[in-house]
């Protein structure tokens, strides 16, 4: 049982576009929300979180938006490079839960 | 080093044989992590440690998978008797403190199993 989806396996961006990466969950104790970014054979590193009492944390290019009612986060990068090329996994936690991650979704920035 | 360290970064197992994986946490680090990440999934939670106190092993898959912390820093993750299905990359991290917190990743440790 999926408590953090990310329905979009893949998503392809023109470089200095705006990229939107999607994420759903279903637990309703999650109040911590983070977002990695992955490139092949390294961990995943953080890249910018919220938390339950804010619907917006921005950080240079990077944005996230929450929408607690919807159960719905989302990742805006803008404008869109070549080197955020990498995998986006959403994660969350909150109550008795520890991280919980979705699958993922493979950004791939093109010149 | 800065980071979370992991080794080896790559084991080749017959099945059948026991492995450890071995993780440096961040010097300091309270909390201490073990995901399994398998090929085209995300990071799932095995177990976690606080200190050198075993909080939470709810993740663990068997009795064959076994994880230890025994002066709160180090930590390592024990498989016995591998199977195919426990080919995968094995990921450590550690935080400051716990929740909430972001976790610092290691490059994880692939395991394949023959």
């Known amino acids: 049982d999926q408590q953090v989806k990310q329905n979009s396996p893949s998503l392809s961006v023109q470089e200095g576009r705006i990229s939107i990466l999607n994420c759903d969950y279903t637990?309703?104790?999650?109040?911590?929300f983070l977002w990695y970014k992955k490139y092949p054979a390294e961990g995943p590193t953080f890249l910018i979180s919220i938390s339950s009492i804010k619907d917006k944390n921005e950080d240079g290019r990077f944005t996230v938006f929450l929408n607690k009612s919807a159960k719905h986060l989302s990742l805006h990068i803008v404008p869109s490079q070549p080197g955020d090329s990498a995998v986006y996994f959403c994660?969350?936690?909150?109550?008795?839960?520890?991280?919980?991650f979705g699958k993922g979704t493979m950004l791939l920035v093109s010149p | 080093g800065a980071g979370v360290s992991q080794s080896p970064r790559y084991k080749v197992a017959k099945r059948g044989q026991d492995v450890a994986l071995r993780c440096d946490p961040i010097?300091?680090?309270?909390?201490l992590f073990w995901y399994q990440q398998a090929l085209g999934q995300g990071p799932e939670f095995l177990t976690y440690f606080q200190n050198e106190a075993q909080l939470d092993k709810s993740g663990l898959p068997s009795d064959r998978f076994f994880a230890e912390r025994p002066e709160g820093s180090v930590s390592t993750l024990k498989i016995q008797r591998t199977q195919q299905e426990d080919s995968a990359v094995y990921l450590c991290?550690?935080?400051?403190?716990?929740?909430?917190?972001?976790?610092?990743f290691g490059n994880g440790t692939r395991l394949t199993v023959t």
């Open positions: 637990n309703s104790m999650f109040d911590y």
């Open positions: 994660a969350a936690n909150g109550g008795y839960s520890t991280l919980t």
């Open positions: 991290a550690s935080s400051p403190s716990g929740n909430p917190s972001p976790l610092h």
């Open positions: 010097s300091g680090h309270v909390s």
